[in-house]
């Protein structure tokens, strides 16, 4: 052909546009030299022609150096040049633009673009052509708008050996048709067959038939046009049995088959994804299967991917497996479903109850979008080993008329078909539904379990909602129902029904909704119970799934025999949510009680509910375990047998209402009521039960709880002990081992427990005892014995007077207790606990030990209280003194020498002498002013022995010091009058002498002054204010002070005399703290202090330094006024007051210079030195008396120094400019006493 043909070239390669040639393609390029033009489908929209160049299409040849055997008569070789050349093969007459090769064979077909003469729109392969015969690594295409049809033989024939890769490839975009099989294999072909179909490949018989075992062979099919059969299968590969055979379906389009199944499968590796449709529309055909009897023994893997939208659909099964009954093959079969597999007229969804074998690993995975449902059986039929998962939907129903035949369930088992104990798991997952005209669930054999796990929907519209002839585990986090059906004529409407022995988890709800009718076979009408078992275990919640829910249109839960008879087994159900019969019983269990192993446990956390009864436990020998918080509405009623209540269980606490015992109660015909091991009961109310409250091992506690009839029954060993406590009353008491008898609780521990009748003591007595005279008490109507080898062991604290009784009887106590411990040791310093007997009564008391007060003391003062603290308790108050009682009651820890100083209040002895030390300060000061005043108009160096004392308002004389302030000089014989201020401070501390305790005194105070000279002589008034601070261990003082003074002095040249008086007013505060009793006395009150001072000293200049030696005297006395402390009721002291009188003598040296600093400034540094004595009183002394109880004492202050030495040193700046510093330094030390007191005096001159 030529380009005038109106063939279109390839268009985009090299050489002029032209393709460059692959040798995997559908064709090859004969070098650079292509004669006639050539169209490619993919590029005939542009329309473009070349200039004609030579170019063969690979047909029907091979690239052999020689023609192969079997190639059409057409075919005659053809040299190709380039990289790919070879001999080649043309079919001539045939198809005239077909080319054959021996490598591949492509089908290509241009039809639109084509001029006229050139090709028809489609064509029938002639029958002198044959069937398309394909092997090796042959290609075929058949272009889109192409038809091949095959005629009454198969269209391609897969004739001989395929490669392993690539193999045989057909590539469809048009038609293959035939009114045989469209394409067929011969039965020993292997290696890779790939199909793609774009178009529509539609046959008489078989579309794809595989007519052999395929061993080592793979089947490529990826479609997404049509495949479709008429009286056969789209894919017929039931022979393909090899265990080496591969086949893999890739479908997004539809294939079909109105004649018989859609797919029919055989063994090896199946792979199945399909977005499209797989169907049958013919009666009694599946869509797929895989059902030859050998096939199941060859399969290895079975994997169908069911996409969104992708739709599985047979008239019978959607999808059946099935194997030989005597199989024990392993294959692993997984179908995930994200679209619907169905049943569209009276088969299964998905049929695997035709499995033998026990070995299969089977898997249903069933997506969020899925729908797995039958419109006329079984949505699901199981088989052994199956697991199903579902996110979807798998559903059943009913045909119009049928809802009478008691089938049709969502997901079926069924043991008895096949004569097997079949086991399936179902896990249907939260946004799952699993509904079934029938049941949810159904397991038919007698011997069959289900394992369910629902957190979804799973519902029987007229049955069950999981339903089982035989056993299983059933566990629920979603909704479980079953009901009936009004089209029905019965229906057993259970939300679960296990016919024998099973368990339940509940987490969720499950729900028998109603029921119709007698089934047949059955006398009796239908109910509806939210559970009907066999036996078993029932778990209905937990402590974070309090909600759950158990509910019966009639019964909440009914164990029986699936027909009223004796239940098969025993029962346990524990509750913590809600159990509830609607219209019958919320727990019953029919137990004639023939069969001593038949029993019902029922443990409750929950609610149950029935309108008959809440539980009717029936003969045997039955167990309710009550816990807090669980209720019953309706009666429990434990019928015969030997039944208990127990309350709780290991580790719980439980509260229980005692009225709720008795024959005519809420719990009935219980003749025990006990607990578990290390539980703690409390009971309440009031009660009629007159059976056995055994407790071993474990605690009662009687809330105010009155069981007058009852008898209690303690007992215990070293491990776990029994044990009483609480408020209430029993009609006896018999305690054995190891028992804790403990009235009163945790929150009121001082109780009394009653005895109508007897009781024997045995174990520990835990007594509490508090100082306000509180305690337990136990009380007999009858005798009160004492075992062998009983204890009592006390808790708390005895109070000093108080008499504790802690066992009473109306008649007689028998026995002793063979010792008393602290369960907390207190080990008390002068006191210890007793036991007392007498004939009614057992008592606890303090009592003195040997120890002495005073052998704590350690000091004069603490010798004195611990005398004052003996003469009480040797008084009437001995047991009614707080102080007595708070002092003998101490422990090992306490200080019992810190008590006794805290006690006797030394500070009140103390402060006399810290203000006569204050008195002396002031003296000092006074006579400073004096000094000063003396030496305002001397001479020469020893006008520097005036410097240091205090600010002046007027300037004496001039004198060479003086000038150095630029003084103005008054006349001369005209009086110098002076006005004066001094500021103070002082720090005086004072260590312990070994008796009174350490203090310090912080004071700050002012002087004013005013005096005048007249010649020799200087006489003036002064007045001040002070403010001082004392502290000592644990107390302290205040004290304001306002005193006056008169002062004078005389100088007769190098001798100097001055003198002075003073008087002041304080006013005190004292706060101290008492660690024995907590308490912080406070006192307020007066005192006075007069002070006597003279000094005489006598002046010695020698150079440019003055001396002074000098001599004082005074005399000080201070009374303090009478006091009442308040605030300390117990360790308040009270005083008629003090006083304290001392005089002293000073003898020391002062001594000064000035000296020019330059710049006009006149430096005077000055320091005196002295020693001081003190005679008279120098240990201040009160007496005091306890205001609780009027004992009176005596107690010694501090000390002031008898000897010390008082120094001071200072220095004087005077400015030119008429301005003068003062700072100073007075201190005083001896003794044990010392102090530190600054002056600072500034004056300006104008």
């Known amino acids: 052909m030529t380009a005038a043909s109106g063939l279109t070239p390839l268009v985009g390669g090299p050489d002029g546009g032209w393709p460059t040639p692959s040798p995997n393609s559908g064709f090859n390029l004969i070098g650079s030299r292509c004669e006639p033009g050539v169209v490619s489908s993919q590029r005939r929209a542009k329309r473009a022609v070349r200039p004609a160049k030579s170019c063969l299409w690979r047909g029907c040849g091979g690239p052999r150096a020689r ?65 398309q015969s394909v092997s090796g690594s042959d290609t075929g295409t058949i272009d889109t708008g192409a038809t091949l049809a095959g005629g009454g033989s198969s269209a391609i024939q897969w004739s001989a050996a395929a490669t392993a890769t690539p193999g045989v490839v057909i590539t469809n975009n048009g038609t293959i048709t035939s009114n045989n099989r469209t394409i067929d294999t011969a039965s020993g072909v292997t290696g890779a067959f790939t199909l793609t179909n774009n178009g529509a490949i539609t046959s008489k018989d078989d579309a794809l038939r595989i007519n052999g075992a395929l061993a080592d062979g793979t089947v490529t099919i990826t479609n997404s046009g049509t495949i479709s059969s008429q009286t056969g299968q789209a894919f017929d590969f039931d022979k393909a049995t090899a265990t080496t055979a591969k086949v893999s379906v890739d479908n997004s389009g539809t294939i079909t088959s109105a004649g018989s199944d859609a797919i029919r499968l055989g063994g090896g590796i199946i792979d199945i994804t399909n977005s499209g449709t797989i169907e049958t529309t013919l009666n009694g055909k599946r869509a797929i299967k895989v059902e030859t009897a050998a096939n199941f023994d060859t399969l290895q893997s079975f994997t169908l991917t069911n996409k969104l939208g992708g739709v599985v659909a047979g008239t019978d099964d959607g999808i059946k497996i099935s194997s030989t009954a005597g199989s024990t093959a392993a294959p692993i079969l997984k179908i995930d479903n994200a679209g619907t597999i169905k049943s569209t007229v009276d088969g299964q969804g998905i049929d695997l109850g035709g499995i033998y074998s026990a070995n299969a690993t089977i898997t249903i995975t069933n997506r969020s979008t899925g729908l797995i449902t039958a419109a006329g059986n079984d949505a699901i039929q199981g088989t052994n080993g199956l697991t199903i998962n579902n996110y979807g939907t798998i559903s059943s129903y009913y045909a119009a008329g049928t809802a009478d035949t008691q089938n049709n369930s969502a997901i079926k088992v069924d043991g008895d078909d096949i004569g097997k104990a079949i086991t399936i798991t179902v896990n249907n997952y939260e946004g799952g539904l699993i509904s079934g005209a029938y049941h949810g669930i159904k397991g038919s054999g007698a011997s069959d379990t289900l394992i369910v796990t629902n957190s979804g929907t799973i519902e029987g519209r007229n049955g069950s909602g999981v339903n089982s002839n035989g056993t299983g585990t059933l566990t629920n986090y979603g909704t479980i129902t079953g009901t009936y059906d009004p089209a029905a004529s019965f229906g057993d409407g259970d939300g679960v029904d296990f016919d024998q022995a099973a368990t339940v988890y509940n987490y969720g709800t499950i729900k028998g909704l109603g029921s119709k009718g007698t089934k047949p076979g ?4 239908s109910t509806s119970e939210g559970i009907a078992i066999g036996g078993g275990t029932i778990v209905n919640g937990d402590a974070t799934h309090t909600s759950a829910l158990i509910s019966g249109a009639n019964n909440g839960i009914l164990v029986d025999d699936s027909n009223g008879g004796d239940a098969f087994a025993a029962m346990s159900v524990t509750n913590y949510g809600t159990i509830q019969g609607l219209d019958g019983y919320g727990i019953r269990y029919v137990n004639s009680g023939v069969d001593g192993s038949k029993s019902l446990t029922v443990v409750n956390y929950g609610t149950i509910s029935g309108t008959t009864y809440a539980v009717e436990m029936g003969g045997g020998n039955d167990l309710f375990v009550y816990h807090t918080g669980s209720k019953v509405t309706g009666i429990v009623d434990a019928e015969g047998g030997t039944d208990t209540l127990q309350l709780g269980a290991l580790g719980d606490n439980v509260t229980f209402d005692a009225s709720l015992i008795g024959d005519a109660a809420t719990y009935r015909h219980f003749e025990r009521v006990t607990a578990e091991a290390q539980t703690l009961t409390t009971l309440t109310g009031t009660s009629t039960f007159a059976g056995d409250l055994v407790f071993d091992q474990s605690a009662l506690a009687l809330d105010n709880a009155s069981l007058g009839e009852a008898n209690l029954i303690l007992s215990g060993n070293d491990t776990n002990a029994g044990v009483l406590t609480g408020n209430g009353t029993l009609g006896s008491l018999a305690a054995s081992g190891t028992v804790f008898l403990s009235p009163g609780t945790s929150s009121a521990p001082y109780g009394t427990l009653a005895v109508t009748g007897n009781a024997t003591l045995a174990g520990t ?21 004492i075992a062998e080898g009983a204890q009592v062991e006390m808790y708390g604290a005895l109070a000093w007077s108080r008499i504790y009784t802690i066992v009473s009887s109306d008649t007689q106590v028998s026995g002793t207790f063979a010792g008393l411990t602290v369960a907390n040791p207190i080990n008390y310093l002068f006191v210890t606990p007793e036991l007392s007997y007498d004939d009614t009564r057992v008592t606890l008391a303090l009592e003195r030990t040997g120890v002495a007060f005073a052998s704590y003391a350690l000091t004069r003062n603490q010798l004195s209280v611990a005398g004052a603290l003996e003469r009480i308790g040797g008084s009437d108050k001995a047991r009614s003194s707080i102080l007595y009682g708070d002092f003998a009651t101490q422990v090992a820890g306490d200080n019992p020498t810190l008590a006794l100083a805290q006690l006797s209040g030394d500070i009140h002895a103390t402060l006399p002498g810290q203000i006569a030390t204050e008195n002396m300060l002031v003296n000092d000061l006074i006579l400073g002013r004096l000094r000063q005043a003396d030496y305002a108009a001397a001479k020469g160096s020893a006008a520097a022995l005036g410097a240091g004392g205090p600010a002046r308002a007027y300037a004496e004389p001039s004198s060479p010091a003086a000038n150095a302030f630029k003084a103005i000089k008054a006349p001369a014989d005209a009086p110098v009058w002076t006005g004066w201020a001094q500021g103070y401070g002082q720090w005086l501390s004072t260590d312990s002498n070994g008796n009174a305790a350490a203090a310090d005194t912080n004071l700050g105070g002012v002087l004013l002054g005013g005096d005048v000279s007249l010649a020799n002589t200087v006489f003036g008034l002064a007045a001040g204010y002070s403010s001082a601070s004392t502290s000592t261990d644990l107390a302290s003082a205040d004290t304001e002070t306002w005193r006056i003074a008169a002062y004078g002095g005389a100088r007769f040249d190098a001798i100097k005399l001055r003198a002075g008086a003073s008087y002041g007013w304080s006013s005190i505060d004292t706060s101290r703290f008492v660690a024995l009793t907590g308490e912080a006395p406070k006192a307020s009150y007066d005192g006075t202090a007069g002070n006597l001072f003279a000094e005489a000293g006598y002046t010695v200049a020698l150079g440019g330094v003055a001396f002074e030696p000098f001599a004082g005297i005074g005399w000080t006395s201070v009374n303090l006024g009478s006091f009442a402390e308040t605030n300390a009721p117990v360790a308040g002291l009270a005083s008629q007051g003090t006083s304290f009188d001392t005089a002293y003598t000073t003898l020391g040296l002062r001594l000064a210079t000035t000296f020019a600093a330059g710049n006009g400034i006149a430096v005077t540094p000055h320091a005196s030195a002295g020693w001081r004595h003190a005679f008279g009183d120098v240990v201040p002394e009160a007496a005091v008396v306890f205001v609780n109880t009027g004992t009176v004492f005596g107690v010694e202050g501090l000390p002031i120094a008898e000897d010390s030495l008082v120094a001071s040193l200072g220095i004087d700046l005077a400015f030119a400019t008429g301005v003068t510093l003062t700072l100073a330094y007075d201190g005083m030390a001896g003794d044990g006493a010392s102090y530190n007191a600054g002056k600072a005096a500034l004056a300006v001159k104008f």
């Open 765 to 785: 007595y835990l007594v509490d005892v508090a100082p306000n005279g509180k305690t337990d008490l136990i009380t007999m109507g009858g005798t009160a014995t």
């Open 67 to 131: 023609p192969r055997a079997g190639a059409p008569s057409g075919c005659h070789p053809t040299v190709i040049e380039g990289p790919y050349a070879a001999p080649r093969y043309l079919l001539g007459n045939a198809m005239p633009a077909l080319y054959a090769s021996s490598s591949r064979l492509v089908l290509a077909l241009f039809l639109a673009g084509m001029a006229a003469p050139a090709l028809a729109a489609s064509f029938t392969v002639p029958p002198a052509a044959g069937q």
């Open 522 to 525: 059955e006398e009796k009408p």
